[in-house]
């Protein structure tokens, strides 16, 4: 699975922005997908996950409430909705699967994968 995340910019404290990943060679319908970032200075942590199975997303503390993770297998994309931002969400945001037919979500980043290339969101104060 090839992963491309797309969609980030600089967005003023309280904004919106939605970013998106794209997937391509292999259907994400099977895979956990999930979102993580890396914000300066820090190790990457995880941000939400969402599973194929049926089971509600799962996310961390700091954005729960904020953000929305959804997926479209149709159009083999999973989408990060991400509301009243602050400048502490200020990262570069991946996109990532773990491995088909998987259907249990961890948070733990070495059980994905796959993992695309991120894209930078930065949230001005």
């Known amino acids: 699975v090839q992963l491309q995340a797309s969609g980030g910019g600089l967005v003023q404290t309280g904004g919106s922005l939605r970013i998106s990943c794209e997937a391509s060679?292999?259907?994400?319908?099977?895979?956990?997908m999930g979102w993580f970032r890396q914000r300066p200075g820090k190790e990457r942590e995880f941000v939400a996950a969402?599973?194929?199975?049926?089971?509600?997303?799962s996310y961390a503390d700091s954005v729960k409430g904020r953000f929305t993770i959804s997926q479209d297998n149709a159009e083999n994309m999973i989408y990060l909705q991400m509301n009243s931002l602050k400048p502490d969400d200020t990262a570069v945001y991946y996109c990532?699967?773990?491995?088909?037919?998987?259907?249990?979500?961890?948070?733990?980043?070495?059980?994905?994968?796959?993992w695309g290339r991120g894209t930078l969101v930065t949230v001005s104060s």
């Open positions: 060679g292999h259907s994400i319908s099977r895979h956990v």
């Open positions: 990532a699967a773990r491995g088909s037919g998987i259907t249990v979500i961890h948070r733990d980043r070495r059980s994905f994968n796959y």
């Open positions: 969402i599973s194929w199975s049926g089971g509600g997303p």
